[in-house]
């Protein structure tokens, strides 16, 4: 098997033989990778610098929604807690599941296995780091999910925000489109089911919690909404 090694002539990779360790995508979009990456070589550079801060700093971003929607959920019902607590728990997992497809299909990543393409602006991760499915993609497409579920209305900023997390990645040069559009499914589905089927085991330990004779647990979960009601003098 032949895979692709980087040879950097003005900025163009060359094919070369590498040790036989990496498969072929399961879907080719080869070309499309050459086109998307070769519009970022001339992109202006603010757009550049724009792409390669975001497809790292946007997964802080669903961090601090999450620690938004956790805090929002304190003066609520067990069962919003719960929630809040089961998105990041669910996006986790659906990492974990990326981690484990990662190892079984064992796919080279694009800035080292296409000919032809240009430069990519970010770093190509060490050979062994496979490329599918996209890890940051898994994690926006879950986040994106997760949150729309606990916290109504949020949908219009998360799902743009997770598409633009998936393309950053091609765009920068490291994932095929494939692996980013399996990325985003994939993490989508495994939210979407874990924040559906486990609210309730974790409403009972959100009202534990709340019953608990220690402060720093009774914190962590809020008092609920009794504790914030409007009494009438």
């Known amino acids: 098997m032949w895979a692709y090694g980087p040879l950097r002539t003005v900025g163009i990779m060359e094919a070369t033989p590498l040790h036989a360790l990496s498969s072929a995508p399961p879907v080719d979009t080869s ?28 997964l802080l971003l669903f ?68 490329s599918f499915p996209s890890n940051h993609a898994t994690i926006a497409g879950a986040s994106a999910v997760a949150l729309a579920l606990i916290w109504r209305g949020l949908a219009w900023l998360t799902v743009p925000l997770a598409l633009l997390m998936a393309f950053s990645r091609v765009f920068v040069g490291v994932h095929y489109p494939f692996d980013v559009a399996v990325g985003l499914a994939l993490g989508g589905l495994v939210a979407f ?23 720093a647990v009774r914190w962590c979960v809020g008092a609920g909404p009794a504790a914030h009601a409007y009494v009438r003098p």
């Not at 974790?202 to 709340?210: E, K, N, Q, S, Y």
Request: aromatic share 10%.
């Open 31 to 58: 070309g499309l990778y050459r086109t998307i990456t070769s519009f970022a070589q001339d992109a202006p550079g603010w757009i550049q610098h724009f792409f390669e801060v975001w497809t790292e700093a946007g």
């Open 63 to 130: 961090g601090a929604l999450f620690a938004a929607a956790w805090w929002r959920s304190r003066r609520g019902e067990p069962r919003a807690v719960a929630l809040a607590v089961l998105a990041p728990v669910a996006t986790a997992c659906a990492y974990v599941v990326s981690e484990l497809l990662k190892s079984v299909v064992d796919v080279e990543r694009p800035c080292r296995a296409v000919a032809g393409a240009a430069r990519p602006l970010a770093v190509c991760p060490p050979q062994g780091d496979w």
């Open 193 to 215: 089911l874990l924040v559906r089927l486990l609210p309730g085991p974790v409403t009972r330990l959100v009202v534990a919690m709340r019953a608990s004779g220690n402060a």
